[in-house]
């Protein structure tokens, strides 16, 4: 069951999305909601900034103010969005459970180390809901990587300017693997509140007995899902897992996060990756 969700709020123009989102998943399962904003400081947010290490003597002073003048909008920001988001939909705030069964929403700030940080918090909920990262944001372009290979927590990457819809059609990617395994345990509080799910599966990447097991699998969760075999495609598997999301109209996709390589672990594999550059819905993935 999903009972708290993290949702990581930068003060940016996804916060409206990411923000939707999340209420739409909070509703459903009558969950607490985090909205979790770190406070990069200006020393912190260079370290993420092209061009940075270049600036020198009164470049990097005023590069600096310029850094630290822009968190403190980013922050002022992203709790005055909270506050007027959580008024406009008459969101309970509360910091402890509650008695009444019913969504509720709290602000929680911390201070640098935003990867470090956003780790942590994240293992002590049951979900976390986040926008791709932005240039100008302060944090580091490969913090969703590390968060979703990291947290041991499913992530759930909603689109730049497209809010999660009730998640009433999903689209599993399956594979023979245990990452895949793993993103569809973490899933299925949301594949059984499903109206319609669909499992895909390359051919060539997972035998018919595995897919067929797999189906045997979810039902004795009282899930009755359908079996969409895709031929192995000549262009690339995650062109096909796309475009079997957009003819099954699926809300959300769930997959696993493979690693490219042992050396490289806080890279996403090559499908992975392409579906979380190129999808237009909601995309749950878990390692």
């Known amino acids: 069951m999903i009972k708290s969700i993290l949702v990581p709020f930068g003060g940016g123009g996804s916060d409206t999305t990411v923000f939707s989102s999340a209420v739409t998943l909070g509703r459903r399962f009558a969950a607490h909601l985090d909205f979790y904003h770190v406070n990069i400081s200006a020393g912190e947010a260079a370290v993420s900034t092209p061009g940075a290490g270049f600036a020198m003597g009164g470049g990097l002073r005023e590069l600096l103010a310029t850094l630290q003048s822009q968190a403190e909008t980013r922050t002022a920001l992203a709790r005055s969005h909270f506050e007027s988001l959580c008024t406009v939909e008459r969101i309970r705030r509360a910091d402890t459970p509650g008695q009444g069964g019913e969504m509720s929403a709290a602000w929680v700030e911390d201070t640098d180390h935003a990867q470090t940080r956003l780790m942590a918090r994240s293992r002590c909920r049951d979900l976390v809901v986040a926008a791709r990262p932005h240039v100008g944001d302060g944090v580091p372009r490969d913090l969703l990587e590390v968060l979703v290979l990291g947290c041991g927590r499913p992530v759930i990457i909603v689109p730049d ?14 594979k023979d693997c245990a990452e895949a395994a793993r993103a569809v345990s973490a899933a299925l509080p949301l594949l059984k509140r499903a109206q319609r799910v669909v499992v895909a599966s390359v051919e060539e990447t997972s035998p018919a007995p595995s897919l067929a097991d797999f189906i045997r699998q979810l039902a004795w969760h009282g899930i009755q899902a359908d079996a969409l075999c895709l031929d192995h495609p000549k262009t690339s598997v995650s062109a096909a897992l796309l475009a079997a999301a957009q003819r099954v109209g699926a809300d959300l996709m769930v997959m696993g996060a493979y690693r490219r390589s042992p050396l490289r672990e806080v890279v996403f594999g090559g499908v992975t990756q392409a579906i979380l550059d190129k999808c237009d819905i909601g995309v749950l993935v878990a390692h």
Do not use: A
């Not at 300017?161 to 399956?174: A, E, K, M, Y």
């Open 161 to 174: 300017n497209r809010p999660l819809p009730p998640p009433d059609t999903i689209l599993v990617c399956w």
